[in-house]
């Protein structure tokens, strides 16, 4: 039987969508930030469809996690997967391919600026087994994004996540979608808590975030995004940097403008792990909300395992057992289009 959804409009909700796409310790590393939309969400429903469970994904950059998703039932189409955006976003040209319907305006705001850009609802949007049905959708350019990976046709957001449990493994390149709760009994590591920042007063739209600290000259405790699309460790505050005697760097947000960031190598202990990381940063006192102080990039992990059902993560967890599916694994879709660049 077909659902019919209601859409309705709210001046008082907002989406966010925060991550960091490109850092780098060149003339100028790329910082996508912070998106926020003004639409009440539209009722969706979230299916699990059979196929394997484990999707191969093109590791871009050394960072960028490039997914194969369909969007109404057309493609597969490239997109960069961003658990550090509140909101799932594709391509204006995409939009207008699928023929999308503007249901609302939302604005982008970057460290340097804010422009309003189109909300739309997709009917069916599908990575692997995973099927989110009425799913909010931003629409717009992405020419940040397509200096990373010319192929990429949108960015998969938390909300097309958010009922999702699954374990993005680096080291083989794989994402392994956890339906039945199999992979997480089958790995050992301690459960650290993930934290839900709300966007607005809708708590169906969030970020992920995770306690931890780095070393400067002492401890300082941080409230870090979970971050899928940042390079680099991103701080915004509270760690010297900028006119310190520290190397320097641009960070640039989508529409081109820049903004001065230290480069400073710290340690940053999560889940009592210390490791020391390339950090850029920035000087301004807060950038993801009032209780975020930076972006913790995904990459600097061999593997992770996220549970939005279970809000908990699992940092660099040890294989206890075979789970049932490693070896069912999808076979990346040929691309009609121009060969793919820059790292795949």
Known sequence: MK?????AFSAGDKFRRFSCARCCSGPIACLLVLIMALLLATPRSFAVAPGPGSIPFRFVHGFAVVVPVSVNGQGPYDFMLDTGSTITTLDSGLGQQLGLATQGMGTVTTLTQSAPAPLAVASRVAIGPVTEENLVVMIRDLNGLHQIAPTARGVLGQNALDHTDFLLDYKHKLIQFDIDGEIGRSLGGRHVPLHRETVGNNSQYANLSVHGS??????????????????????FAGVDSVGSGYAESFVADT??????????????????????????????????????????????????????????????????????????????????????????
Not at 276 to 296: A, F, Q, R, Y
Not at 308 to 322: C, H, I, T
Request: no cysteine; hydrophobic share 40%; glycine share 14%.
């Open 214 to 235: 780095v070393n400067d000259n002492g401890v300082r405790e941080m409230e870090l995004l979970l971050d899928s699309g940042s390079a680099s460790l991103v701080l």
């Open 255 to 344: 529409a081109g403008h820049h903004l001065l960031a230290g480069i400073r190598d710290l340690q940053l202990v999560i889940d009592g792990k210390s490791r020391e990381v390339p950090t850029h940063v920035l000087s301004m006192k807060k950038g993801g909300g009032p209780k975020i102080d930076g972006l913790l990039p995904t990459a600097i992990f061999s593997r992770i395992y996220i549970s939005n059902r279970g809000g908990f993560a699992m940092f660099e967890p040890k294989q206890l057992k075979s789970s049932a599916l490693s070896g069912a694994v999808a076979s990346l879709p040929s691309q009609g289009t121009a060969a793919h660049g820059g790292g795949f």
């Open 3 to 7: 659902r019919n959804s209601h859409i």
